[in-house]
């Protein structure tokens, strides 16, 4: 009996030191030295094109051992050049970012097919390399931008239309007025690619001749522009001084109050303050954002439509200074055309295209937005009923609302603006069939 207890006890013994050999062989491999994933490697951006120079992230990270090497070549026809190698002496560095400018010029690299190789060691055992590689171009040639129009007439604050091709596929293209980059989009004319670009002329015009050029990047980001040239047409703006009475205000500025609880502690003249600065500037920004996400192909035909049987009260461009008792308390300028018919007038959309907006927008009122394709759209404001719904195709002429007065208005009317790019210009330009004929049509209808 006492001989099987001790045989009992001795299995017992030698099954847990087993175990106990097993679990402490298995904890090993818990340990970093025996951790199993690779390195992890993020290229940003993910390129495929390196032109005149390039800047990439290289994000290393390792999930239990540290780093303990990281190399970073480029090889282009047998030579191997090093961009980056570095060793870590001990196991303290889990994670790391690299950032390198590479120029192909100063490296002796020529155009065409290159490699380029990253890897990263850890000071784990078990598959501690991890490798990325990338068939890269080199691209050190920009492209070329072949003009299609060389007689351009524009007026301060008008709207004027290049057609141009580029040697190369781009990632990029359009026409900078000074600062201020209006996007060309794909078109094909007698059969080839193209690039169509609208875009606007500041009022500030007069003043400052402004600078013109047409601008492609390429995949490589290698950039280049052009300058367009044109002939600038000279035109002054009117200077309004418009008094603001007691009743303007009481009967304009509660509805604004009500419907902004931030005026609502305001008195009424600094309710307009904020109304035409702050309120302004947001309306604006709202309408910027909707032009951006235009259509990216020609939605309109023919010369736009005027309010049927309007007067014009107010023109685009005048410089409106706002007085109150004899005192300043604001300026602004209006972008569009004032038309008064009459009272609750139908309005009827200026060409076709695609409904983009509708609702109240500030002091714009009740407004309708319409766009034309290729960041060109048409704004109906102070409307008292609207007809249309977003989302809905219009045809020109279909009726899409009633004129009021809604929004920032002094009495019934209809405010219509178009945009080009974000930008307002004059709407009179688009009006009139011969503008149309000779600065958008025939630009366009060319055989080369």
């Not at 970012?97 to 192909?104: A, R, W």
């Not at 580029?166 to 007698?190: C, D, I, L």
């Not at 013109?212 to 309004?240: C, Q, Y």
């Not at 569009?336 to 509708?358: E, I, K, R, W, Y």
């Amino acid at each position: 009996m006492k001989r099987h207890m001790k045989a009992k006890k001795r299995t017992l013994a030698i099954f847990m030191g087993i175990t106990l050999l097993a679990a402490g062989i298995t904890g090993l491999f818990f340990l970093p030295i025996f951790d199993w994933s690779k390195p992890e490697i993020v290229l940003t951006p993910d390129i495929n094109t390196i032109g005149r120079s390039q800047t990439f992230n290289t994000d290393f990270a390792t999930r239990k051992s540290a780093l303990k090497e990281i190399r970073i070549t480029i090889a282009q026809n047998d030579k191997e050049q090093t961009l980056a190698d570095i060793s870590y002496d001990t196991p303290e560095t889990y994670s790391q970012e690299i950032s390198l400018v590479f120029n192909p010029s100063q490296m002796e690299l020529a155009d065409g097919p290159a490699r380029l190789k990253i890897t990263a060691k850890s000071f784990s055992w078990l598959r501690s390399k991890a490798t990325l590689t990338r068939n890269i171009v080199i691209d050190l040639i920009p492209p070329q931008i072949f003009l299609l129009n060389t007689a351009n007439y524009i007026n301060p604050g008008g709207t004027c239309v290049a057609l141009f091709q580029v040697s190369k596929p781009v990632t990029e293209v359009g026409v900078f007025v000074n600062e201020t980059f209006f996007r060309a989009y794909p078109v094909t004319v007698s059969g080839k690619p193209c690039y169509l670009s609208y875009f606007a002329i500041p009022m500030s015009a007069n003043d400052r001749t402004p600078v013109i050029r047409a601008f492609a990047r390429d995949m490589g980001n290698n950039e280049t522009s052009v300058g367009i040239p044109f002939t600038l047409k000279k035109k002054r703006f009117r200077h309004d001084k418009l008094n603001i009475s007691d009743a303007f205000l009481q009967r304009n500025m509660p509805d604004f109050q009500a419907a902004f609880p931030e005026l609502r502690d305001k008195s009424l003249i600094d309710t307009f303050r904020h109304i035409n600065t702050v309120m302004r500037d947001d309306n604006f920004k709202t309408i910027q954002a909707i032009c951006k996400q235009s259509q990216p192909e020609i939605l309109w035909q023919g010369p736009f439509l005027r309010l049927k049987d309007s007067a014009t009260m107010s023109l685009y461009g005048d410089y409106r200074s706002w007085l109150y008792r004899g005192q300043a308390v604001g300026e602004s300028i209006h972008e569009g055309v004032d038309l008064a018919s009459t009272a609750q007038a139908p309005v009827m959309a200026a060409n076709s295209g695609l409904v983009v907006f509708t609702g109240n927008l500030g002091i714009y009122g009740e407004t309708v937005i319409i766009d034309h394709g290729m960041e060109m759209i048409s704004l109906y404001a102070h409307l008292s009923s609207i007809h249309v719904e977003k989302g809905h195709k219009v045809n020109k002429g279909d009726t899409i609302g009633n004129t009021g007065l809604t929004g920032l208005a002094g009495g019934d009317h209809l405010h219509f603006s178009i945009m080009i790019g974000g930008q307002f210009v004059n709407p009179v330009e688009w009006w009139d069939h011969r503008w149309i004929s000779d600065n958008v049509t025939q630009k366009t209808n060319i055989s080369f």
